[in-house]
């Protein structure tokens, strides 16, 4: 029998305290008692600095600190807002990744972003972000006046007299599975099978479900018994009614939901393969420590690889990297919101809804469509929020299929409205036709912007300014504005649609002038067929260049996060030069200095010769595994956006956009082609576009 399992069965000691110790004990002295099992709570993963990952401790800092007293008061700079307004504002142009990425690059990177990543909350100071409704780039009503934005508060011992502001990350560093099973051993008893009573012994190995969903914060009676969980936009008047995982934030979307509610049955389905006459407390951590090793397999051999970072080989446990998060990857790196598509599109067999719900979909703004014997449902991102009741009526097979089947947004300046202006927010009643595209303003009365907020989390966490960044990750800084962007001009155009005398405050500088698709071929933006789903890249009328220069004047008081969203991409990849640096050096500390890495982790060779169970799965096989869906071998890549080319004996309807020979057409009135209807010979047929 191999060294581990016979202590295995200790874990449910370590487990009972969460952290092995009393949780009043001092983090310098913690005492490592089971050091061949992973804590709930990080701690212990290093030996010689048990503390290290732990939750509740200071994010890492890359580079000093920057307040604007040296202390704690953030930095000033433009309005939010106003920056946002000028420089996020997708004005409703979708433009999608080069790569074909496909959503599951959003949906991943925030199920990850939950496993190693929560700022603390409670207890920071009100700072409302001003909001001003007589900006001529503003499009949306807010009763409330301002946006809504706390600070995060200060670490412990910090932010007076002359000790820097820090902040804590309250949840472990690892990629260890932690969004599944919580941070201690009272959240995940009330996850577990068995009763509740403050004794993790007598519970089972399986997770707590509910007809094969996470259960909900009633299902074991008293939901105020039950873990806190964050329940906003629908879930705000019932919270009782929200989904239980390992991480609070699992409700904030269905397809979020849905990836919890997946390693939940994953982590069961390893559960039913082992023999039953495992201890309980035995075939639970076994479990558990495969779905957290499945994870990082995931995360470096199909997500990091899906958008283009690249990693330093792996030469095995370092005990002297320090794997916490740092304050930069938090704030500015991983703040990847540009990825994120306005709609999930979930996808099931024709026949698997019946007419009355497929009415109750559309009464709720969903709309219902019918490709090739399937049934697509386009679910506007706010009816997705704060929604499990809508993962119950959909199916979490379908939800999980159409992720992978849709390609994510392209990561760039833009960031879709559904989180840059109605974030979490409710619709206004009987309207369902506005909650999405440009219509969307009529929905809402009030604004959350989510990357006006990042650009203020930035200040309120000591960011330095963008090319302070770049040096602190050994890159050069940029001279110029053109230099941050690659574009030719930072001036804006000699326009007739253009103010002359006020160019940064006319909404005209956003406009859309040309439009292309992933092969480079010309979309014409004036059908809305083709413009909504097929652009990759665009021109505005103003470049980047021009509106970072009109809004910041100098080069070297950029926020991070403007600056870094500003990158353009090297081929192949998804991310900046400054993002992909920030993103590497972290990764490769998550990887280096966990114990516990798969690589370098021999109880799971132990696990695959005793039990025949490997890690060694992708997203694609977890999923048929655990759903009735069928999906591709790697979920991450989806189709690029390309025009279809004229071809004989095809169906054409009016507005339907093709390519022939480099040129670009737009059907004028529907028909089945034929060999010698090319479209420079039947101008009837076909206008030409450029």
Same mark, same amino acid.
């Given at each position: 029998?191999?060294?581990?399992?016979?202590?295995?069965?200790?874990?449910?000691?370590?487990?009972?305290?969460a952290?092995?110790?009393?949780?009043?004990?001092?983090?310098?002295?913690?005492?490592c008692t089971?050091?061949?099992?992973?804590?709930?709570?990080?701690?212990?993963?290093?030996l010689?600095?048990?503390?290290? #990952?732990?939750?509740?401790?200071?994010?890492?800092?890359?580079? %000093?600190?920057?307040?604007?007293?040296?202390? =704690? +008061?953030?930095?000033?700079?433009?309005?939010? +807002?106003?920056?946002?307004n000028?420089?996020?504002?997708?004005?409703?142009q979708?433009?999608?990744?080069?790569?074909?990425?496909?959503?599951?690059?959003?949906?991943?990177?925030?199920?990850?972003?939950?496993?190693?990543?929560?700022?603390?909350?409670?207890?920071?100071?009100n700072a409302?972000?001003?909001?001003n409704?007589?900006?001529?780039?503003?499009?949306?009503?807010?009763?409330?006046?301002?946006?809504?934005?706390?600070?995060?508060?200060?670490?412990?011992?910090? #932010?007076?007299?002359?000790?820097?502001?820090q902040?804590?990350?309250?949840?472990?560093?690892?990629?260890?599975?932690?969004?599944?099973?919580?941070?201690?051993?009272?959240?995940?008893?009330?996850?577990?099978?068995?009763?509740?009573?403050?004794?993790?012994?007598?519970?089972?190995?399986?997770?707590?479900?509910?007809?094969?969903?996470?259960?909900r914060?009633?299902?074991r009676?008293?939901?105020?018994?039950?873990?806190?969980?964050?329940?906003?936009?629908?879930?705000?008047?019932?919270?009782?009614?929200?989904?239980? =995982?390992?991480?609070?934030?699992?409700?904030?979307?269905?397809?979020?939901?849905?990836?919890?509610?997946l390693?939940?049955? &994953?982590?069961?389905?390893?559960?039913?393969?082992?023999?039953?006459?495992?201890?309980?407390?035995?075939?639970?951590?076994?479990?558990?420590?495969v779905?957290?090793a499945?994870?990082?397999?995931?995360?470096?051999? &199909?997500?990091?690889?899906?958008?283009?970072?690249?990693?330093?080989?792996?030469r095995?446990y370092?005990?002297?990297?320090?794997?916490?998060?740092?304050?930069?990857?938090a704030?500015?790196?991983?703040?990847?919101?540009?990825?994120?598509?306005?709609e999930?599109?979930?996808?099931a067999?024709?026949g698997?809804?019946?007419?009355?719900?497929l &009415?109750?979909?559309?009464?709720?703004?969903?709309?219902?469509?019918?490709?090739?014997?399937?049934?697509?449902?386009?679910? %506007?991102l706010?009816?997705?929020? *704060?929604?499990?009741?809508?993962?119950?009526?959909i199916?979490?097979?379908?939800v999980?299929?159409?992720?992978?089947?849709?390609? &994510?947004?392209?990561?760039?300046?833009?960031?879709?409205?559904?989180?840059?202006?109605?974030?979490?927010?409710?619709?206004?009643?009987?309207?369902?036709?506005?909650?999405?595209?440009?219509q969307?303003?009529?929905c809402?009365?009030?604004?959350?912007?989510?990357?006006a907020?990042?650009?203020?989390?930035?200040?309120?966490?000591?960011? %330095?300014?963008?090319?302070?960044?770049?040096?602190?990750?050994g890159?050069?800084?940029?001279?110029?504005?053109?230099?941050?962007?690659?574009?030719?001009?930072?001036? *804006?155009?000699?326009d007739?649609?253009?103010?002359?005398?006020?160019?940064?405050?006319?909404?005209?500088i956003?406009?859309?002038?040309?439009?292309?698709?992933?092969?480079g071929?010309?979309?014409?933006?004036?059908?809305?067929?083709?413009?909504?789903?097929? #652009?990759?890249?665009?021109?505005?009328?103003?470049?980047?260049?021009?509106r970072?220069?009109?809004?910041?004047?100098?080069?070297?008081?950029?926020?991070?996060?403007?600056?870094?969203?500003?990158e %353009?991409?090297?081929? #192949?990849?998804?991310?900046?030069?400054?993002?992909?640096?920030?993103?590497?050096?972290?990764?490769?500390?998550?990887?280096?200095?966990?114990?516990? *890495?798969?690589?370098?982790?021999?109880?799971l060779?132990?696990?695959?010769?005793?039990?025949?169970?490997?890690?060694?799965?992708?997203?694609?096989?977890?999923?048929?595994?655990?759903?009735?869906a069928?999906?591709?071998?790697?979920?991450?890549?989806?189709?690029?956006?390309?025009?279809?080319?004229?071809?004989?004996?095809?169906?054409?309807?009016?507005?339907?956009?093709?390519?022939?020979?480099?040129?670009?057409?737009?059907? +004028?009135?529907?028909h089945?082609?034929?060999?010698?209807?090319?479209?420079?010979v039947?101008?009837?047929?076909?206008?030409?576009?450029?």
């Open positions: 029998m191999g060294r581990w399992l016979p202590v295995v069965a200790a874990a449910a000691l370590v487990l009972t305290s952290t092995g110790v009393s949780a009043a004990k001092p983090i310098d002295v913690l005492a089971n050091p061949v099992v992973r804590t709930l709570d990080g701690s212990c993963n290093n010689a600095h048990p503390e290290w #990952g732990k939750t509740n401790t200071e994010y890492l800092r890359v580079a %000093p600190a920057r307040y604007a007293d040296g202390i =704690a +008061r953030p930095i000033s700079g433009p309005s939010p +807002r106003y920056v946002s000028r420089f996020f504002n997708d004005t409703a979708n433009l999608f990744s080069e790569r074909g990425v496909s959503q599951w690059g959003f949906v991943w990177g925030q199920f990850m972003d939950h496993t190693f990543g929560l700022r603390q909350e409670a207890g920071g100071e409302p972000l001003p909001f409704r007589a900006d001529a780039l503003e499009e949306f009503r807010n009763d409330l006046g301002s946006i809504g934005f706390m600070r995060t508060p200060a670490a412990p011992g910090t #932010g007076a007299g002359n000790a820097v502001r902040q804590l990350n309250t949840v472990d560093s690892y990629i260890d599975g932690s969004s599944v099973y919580g941070p201690d051993a009272t959240r995940l008893e009330w996850m577990l099978e068995g009763p509740v009573d403050g004794n993790l012994a007598n519970n089972g190995a399986r997770l707590l479900l509910d007809n094969g969903l996470l259960p914060r009633d299902t009676g008293d939901p105020a018994r039950a873990p806190v969980m964050a329940a906003d936009g629908h879930l705000r008047a019932n919270p009782a009614k929200a989904m239980v =995982a390992g991480d609070v934030r699992a409700n904030e979307n269905v397809a979020l939901t849905s990836t919890h509610a390693f939940a049955l &994953e982590h069961n389905r390893i559960v039913n393969a082992l023999p039953r006459t495992l201890p309980a407390q035995t075939a639970f951590e076994i479990a558990r420590r779905v957290g499945e994870q990082q397999y995931i995360t470096y051999q &199909e997500f990091l690889p899906a958008l283009g970072v690249q990693l330093a080989p792996y095995g370092n005990p002297n990297v320090n794997a916490s998060l740092s304050n930069e990857f704030v500015v790196g991983y703040r990847a919101h540009s990825f994120i598509h306005g999930l599109e979930p996808i067999p024709e698997t809804y019946t007419e009355e719900q &009415e109750a979909f559309e009464a709720q703004g969903i709309e219902v469509e019918h490709e090739d014997g399937e049934v697509v449902l386009v679910v %506007p706010n009816v997705a929020f *704060f929604n499990p009741d809508l993962l119950k009526g199916g979490l097979g379908p999980l299929k159409g992720i992978g089947a849709e390609p &994510e947004y392209k990561n760039d300046a833009q960031i879709d409205n559904q989180l840059r202006s109605v974030l979490f927010q409710v619709p206004v009643p009987g309207n369902p036709a506005c909650l999405d595209g440009p969307l303003p009529q809402f009365r009030g604004v959350t912007d989510l990357g907020i990042d650009v203020a989390r930035g200040r309120d966490h000591g960011m %330095p300014y963008y090319n302070e960044l770049r040096r602190a990750y890159l050069p800084a940029k001279t110029s504005f053109t230099a941050i962007t690659g574009e030719s001009s930072s001036s *804006f155009p000699n007739p649609l253009v103010n002359p005398a006020d160019p940064i405050n006319d909404p005209d956003l406009d859309f002038v040309r439009l292309r698709d992933g092969a071929n010309v979309v014409p933006l004036d059908v809305p067929a083709a413009a909504d789903a097929m #652009g990759v890249t665009g021109v505005r009328r103003s470049s980047d260049a021009a970072l220069r009109a809004l910041y004047s100098d080069v070297n008081r950029v926020d991070a996060f403007t600056g870094m969203s500003a %353009p991409h090297r081929p #192949g990849h998804e991310l900046g030069e400054l993002q992909e640096a920030i993103w590497k050096k972290q990764f490769e500390n998550l990887r280096d200095g966990d114990r516990f *890495f798969y690589l370098n982790d021999p109880a060779t132990e696990i695959q010769n005793r039990y025949g169970i490997s890690y060694r799965r992708t997203l694609g096989e977890i999923i048929e595994l655990n759903t009735e069928e999906v591709e071998s790697n979920v991450f890549l989806s189709d690029i956006p390309i025009l279809p080319s004229w071809a004989n004996a095809t169906a054409y309807a009016i507005d339907d956009v093709i390519v022939y020979q480099g040129r670009t057409y737009v059907c +004028r009135q529907a089945r082609s034929q060999l010698d209807w090319t479209p420079p039947t101008p009837a047929l076909w206008r030409l576009v450029t």
